[in-house]
Structure formats: C-alpha cells, structure tokens
C-alpha cells in the first residue's frame, strides 16, 4: 500500500473532504476552505481523481440522486483512511528530519 504514496496535495485533500459524505462542488468548497484558497480544483481534476481513487478502494459512491442532474456523493472507505494515515506519517518524517537538520546547523550562515 505504501507504493501509493506519496499522494499528490489535491488527491490528499479530496479524501480529507471525504471523510463526510460529499459531492463534487462541496468537496471543491471543502478542499477551498481547508487550504484558505491556496488551492483551488479544477472539475477535471477532481472527477479524473475521483474516478482514480475508486479504482482503487479509496471511496466508494455513497449515494446518488435520480434527478435530473444526478449529483453523486462520495464517501473514503478503510483503505482509503490507511492511504491518509500513511501519508500523514510521511509528512511527519519529512518535518522532523528537516526540523532536525536546521537545527544542527543554525548556527551556520548561508
């Protein structure tokens, strides 16, 4: 499962916004206000990794509506939160040996 990692930052906030279920421009508004804007999802790419993440057990269709718009929600499923706890743990790898390597060397100028 590691060899999915690491995740990219849009795929990696799309599964946070799922984590309740949610559909396409709600995930789009969540990932919005997790980040204060930074970044911002684009409909393909959204629906592009949606698909991808399904494919892979990530999240499973959590309900659709038989109007005629036919909004879909999508909710993460086990595997999907073992994705993001894993790469919760990577990120804190990298913070630490970069922390560490700052302060072994913050006495040196640049």
């Known amino acids: 499962m590691s060899n999915e990692l690491p995740l990219t930052e849009g795929v990696y906030y799309i599964l946070l916004a799922l984590f309740k279920p949610n559909h396409g421009y709600g995930i789009i508004q969540d990932v919005q206000a997790l980040t204060k804007d930074r970044l911002q999802l684009g409909a393909g790419t959204l629906y592009g990794a949606l698909n991808t993440m399904m494919e892979r057990g990530w999240i499973a269709l ?48 640049i």
Not at 75 to 99: M, Y
């Open 62 to 109: 959590y309900s659709e509506e038989s109007a005629s718009r036919k909004k879909k929600e999508y909710l993460i499923t086990d595997v999907g939160k073992e994705i993001v706890a894993l790469e919760i743990q990577r990120l804190k790898e990298l913070v630490s040996h970069g922390t560490k390597i700052l302060e072994e060397n913050e006495d040196e100028s």
